[in-house]
């Protein structure tokens, strides 16, 4: 039986493309609401104002580097795709 060299679904690679879009679209969408919704919210109290500021920066940080969760995914696709080359698998 001979092997079929070019026998990839490509069914896959566009659920891979389609969840990739996903995580991006996720990551915009999550941090520009939640931006929206701390810049309507009302501190009383110094306390108050104190932990808004520490919420802020956190999410900043975490909302910089959401993006590179979609990086790494699309690394380790084209390292999954470059492997293939070598074993004669696409």
């Known amino acids: 039986m001979k092997r079929k060299i070019f026998d990839r679904d490509d069914r896959a690679y566009a659920?891979?493309?389609?969840?990739?879009?996903?995580?991006?679209v996720v990551i915009l969408l999550g941090s520009y609401l939640y931006f929206q919704i701390t810049e309507s919210m009302a501190t009383g109290s110094t306390e108050g104002a104190a932990a808004m500021t520490t919420v802020n920066s956190t999410a900043q940080t975490v909302?910089?580097?959401?993006?590179?969760?979609?990086?790494?995914?699309?690394?380790?696709?084209?390292i999954g795709i470059v492997t293939r080359?070598?074993?004669g698998g696409i």
Do not use: E
């Open 85 to 87: 080359f070598g074993t």
């Open 15 to 24: 659920a891979i493309i389609g969840g990739l879009v996903a995580i991006f």
């Open 63 to 78: 909302f910089t580097l959401a993006p590179i969760i979609g990086i790494i995914a699309v690394a380790s696709i084209m």
